[in-house]
């Protein structure tokens, strides 16, 4: 096992288990109005993805399936800061890009285009710019928010290289060329 190895097994369960928390932090940035509005897209884009019918690794799968999610949370909150974005609160989500960046190695080019192509889609009639520009679709949003982190039960994810090796799997194959 790799030092890299080590550090995402003691890392990643982690990440599952603040998930909730660490997607309503970035829910309450949606409301600052001196974010820039790059900034905001890219933040509502990555929680809207919490919904995205069609994830990376669809929700249910093993250990696997909230590990997506957490990237994504990461990767955006990273692009938001790139953008100008004072991210009181969320600073340790972007330094945390770091290691998706480093687990990912050449395919993170890939992913960080995916995260950033979010922005673009809609999810559940919405996408991140309706939801920036718009306070009922924003409202909606952070409620639908609240509500899955009330209810959001963190998985297991297992001390065990082979999780990892899933893991970098299922980002290679599904991830867009």
């Given at each position: 096992m790799t030092e890299l190895d080590d550090r995402c097994l003691d890392?990643?369960?982690g990440w599952l288990r603040a998930?909730?928390?660490?997607?309503?932090?970035v829910a309450e940035a949606l409301e600052r109005d001196e974010l820039p509005i790059a900034a905001r897209t890219s933040l509502a884009s990555?929680?809207?993805?919490l919904f995205k019918s069609l994830d990376l690794?669809?929700?249910?799968?093993?250990d696997l399936g909230m590990m997506d999610d957490a990237f994504v949370l990461r990767c955006g909150v990273a692009a938001a800061r790139d953008q100008g974005a004072?991210?009181?609160g969320l600073a340790e989500l972007?330094?945390?890009n770091d290691l998706?960046?480093?687990?990912?190695?050449?395919?993170?080019?890939?992913?960080?285009?995916?995260?950033?192509?979010?922005?673009?889609?809609?999810?559940r009639g919405r996408t991140a710019e309706q939801v920036?520009?718009?306070?009922?679709?924003?409202?909606?949003?952070l409620e639908e928010l609240r509500r899955w982190a009330s209810s959001y039960e963190a998985p297991g994810f297992g001390r065990d290289e082979k999780n990892l090796v899933k893991l970098r799997s299922f980002l290679r194959t599904k991830l867009p060329s």
């Amino acid at each position: 096992m790799t030092e890299l190895d080590d550090r995402c097994l003691d890392t990643f369960p982690g990440w599952l288990r603040a998930l909730p928390a660490d997607v309503l932090k970035v829910a309450e940035a949606l409301e600052r109005d001196e974010l820039p509005i790059a900034a905001r897209t890219s933040l509502a884009s990555v929680v809207n993805y919490l919904f995205k019918s069609l994830d990376l690794i669809p929700d249910g799968i093993e250990d696997l399936g909230m590990m997506d999610d957490a990237f994504v949370l990461r990767c955006g909150v990273a692009a938001a800061r790139d953008q100008g974005a004072e991210l009181d609160g969320l600073a340790e989500l972007a330094q945390d890009n770091d290691l998706v960046r480093e687990f990912l190695g050449e395919d993170y080019v890939r992913f960080e285009r995916y995260v950033g192509s979010l922005s673009e889609a809609a999810v559940r009639g919405r996408t991140a710019e309706q939801v920036v520009a718009d306070a009922a679709a924003r409202t909606e949003l952070l409620e639908e928010l609240r509500r899955w982190a009330s209810s959001y039960e963190a998985p297991g994810f297992g001390r065990d290289e082979k999780n990892l090796v899933k893991l970098r799997s299922f980002l290679r194959t599904k991830l867009p060329s």
